[in-house]
């Protein structure tokens, strides 16, 4: 196998890893989890992972 194909497997299995990650952290909340300020001036979740996404 060369170099460039072993790297992109390692980089998908990754990917794949941390977005199930992700998803399963994410079932455990609630609306009200993902739209939750510690202050006024704080990012909820919702808002953090829509920065993330590009938005």
């Known amino acids: ?3 460039g194909k072993n790297y992109l497997e390692s980089v ?3 990917f794949h890893r941390y977005k199930s990650m ?3 952290t994410f ?3 609630s ?3 993902f739209l939750w300020q510690y202050q006024e001036e704080d990012n909820s979740i919702s808002q953090i992972v829509k920065h ?3 938005n």
């Open 1 to 3: 196998m060369d170099f």
């Open 12 to 14: 998908l299995f990754e």
């Open 22 to 24: 992700g998803d399963k």
């Open 27 to 29: 079932a455990q909340l």
């Open 31 to 33: 609306e009200s989890d």
């Open 52 to 54: 993330i996404v590009g």
